[in-house]
Structure formats: C-alpha cells, structure tokens
C-alpha cells in the first residue's frame, strides 16, 4: 500500500510506503528570508510533513541538504544544530546546487521511518 500527502498534480508532498515516508524537497515560502531563516522554514516544514506521516525528526534516516551557495553551509548548519536531536542526527550529504527559483537559499528532502 502506497499512501501519499498533500498529492497534487504533479507530486506529492511526502509518500509512505512500507513504513517509510519520503518527503519532496522543502523550501522557505519567504524567498527574502537570510539562509538562516529559510533554514527555519524549511525544518518547520518537514516538522509538519512528518507529523502527518506519523513520524517526527528523531526517525530521519537521510537527509540532502541543496544550497545554492556554499557560502551558506555554515549558517545553515548552526540552524540545523539546534534542531536536530543530539545523538539522533541522520545520515546527511549536503551539496551545493542551482535550485528552481533564484530565491531559494535552501531545499532539503528527507526519508524517515514511521
């Protein structure tokens, strides 16, 4: 059984499927925002994403971070510090990448357990 949230069109926001939820890539809704407060953003989305899956941040297997500018990881990075749980944190790459809107600093895509 494949269960899907937020299903559009084109994708969906997160899918479950044998006890995993794959998330899209978030991004900040305030493109103005500094990278610290995208980075905000965009972990108050997964929060929320998760929630609805049934899991929560302690259950991330992965995380891949995309920066636009890798000018940034250290400011992305003391964001994600302070959210992550000590000891819990997922496996993780982070690369720099040109995301879809000039606006984006950040787009983060995680898999979690249920």
Do not use: C
């Amino acid at each position: 059984m494949i269960d899907r949230i937020d299903a559009g069109p084109r994708m969906s926001e997160a899918v479950i499927h044998n006890g995993i939820a794959y998330l899209a890539g978030q991004v900040a809704d305030d493109g103005g925002a500094d990278i610290e407060g995208q980075t905000r953003q965009v972990l108050a989305a997964i929060d929320v994403l998760l929630a609805q899956a049934g899991s929560d941040k302690t259950r991330i297997l992965r995380a891949e971070i995309f920066l636009a500018d890798m000018a940034d990881f250290a400011g992305m990075n003391r964001v994600w510090d302070e959210w992550v749980v000590a000891g819990q944190g997922p496996a993780r790459a982070t690369v720099q990448a040109k995301l879809a809107m000039p606006e984006w600093k950040v787009e983060i895509v995680v898999t979690a357990a249920i």
